[in-house]
């Protein structure tokens, strides 16, 4: 693989782990869906595993945000590519915000597999992990 294939490979998983972090910020489950193939499955340690768009749709919508939040996926590091498959691990920080102000929720890792179809990148496996 060229390095400038290898380049815009990179730019489409940093895009779609931004995406989804947005995404879920915002409780837009659809945007959340579509980031995933038909088959694609979203893995929450301790939560549960949705497998296709429909159970994802309905893992992602008991998890509305009673108030603001946000996802900082961070230290993004595109681990394999090929030319229809890349493999990423990324941290996590949650943050809520509450009447004390912005505070730390949660820490974790992404271990993200996405496949390109017809063009498109997105999720095919994505498994978040919250640490201690």
Known sequence: MSTANQAS???????????YAHAVDADRVDDIVELFWPDGVAEITGVGTFEGHEAIRAGYANFSPARPQLHL???????????????????????????SGWAVRLVGRYDDVLRRRDGEWR?????TTFLP
Do not use: P, W
Request: no cysteine; net charge negative.
């Open 123 to 127: 999720f095919q496996r994505r498994v």
């Open 73 to 99: 996926a961070t230290n993004i590091v595109v681990t394999s590519v090929t030319e229809d498959e890349a493999t990423a691990v990324s941290n996590l920080a949650f943050f809520q915000r509450d009447d």
């Open 9 to 19: 490979t990179t730019a489409h998983v940093q895009r779609a782990i931004g995406a």
